[in-house]
């Protein structure tokens, strides 16, 4: 069973930055594809960014293009999401989520593990 925990959300101005964490335990992950996706009040969830856990391989998803970068640690078995010049329409509950195939990257049922979220809050 994988596990995981976001954190590092908060409230920050437009044009601010933040780095969300999502800490990664259990068995097997190593070979899992890992992601990010958020979720606006009343809007469906929506992806951001895949990473492939063993050689870091980046999908970047249309919101993260340009201002967000994906990685992760390996010897911190931690995912982080970096996230710049961050605009009101960024405000949402981010997820990490996790699994072995997660094909498409893209799609919420494509990924059997998810973390509790972390909100974000950017201020205009």
């Known amino acids: 069973q994988v596990r995981l925990v976001e954190s590092g959300g908060g409230l920050v101005q437009a044009g601010g930055s933040l780095r969300l964490s999502c800490a990664v335990s259990g068995r097997g992950f190593s070979r899992y594809i890992m992601a990010w996706f958020r979720q606006a009040p009343g809007k469906e969830r929506e992806f951001v960014a895949a990473i492939t856990w063993i050689d870091s391989i980046i999908y970047p998803g249309d919101s993260a293009k340009g201002r967000f970068f994906i990685f992760r640690d390996s010897a911190a078995n931690t995912m982080y999401l970096q996230m710049d010049s961050l605009k009101p329409e960024d405000t949402a509950v981010y997820y990490c989520?996790?699994?072995?195939?997660?094909?498409?990257?893209?799609?919420?049922?494509?990924?059997?593990?998810w973390g509790q979220g972390t909100q974000v809050t950017v201020s205009s």
């Open positions: 989520a996790a699994d072995p195939v997660a094909i498409p990257k893209s799609e919420t049922e494509s990924y059997s593990h």
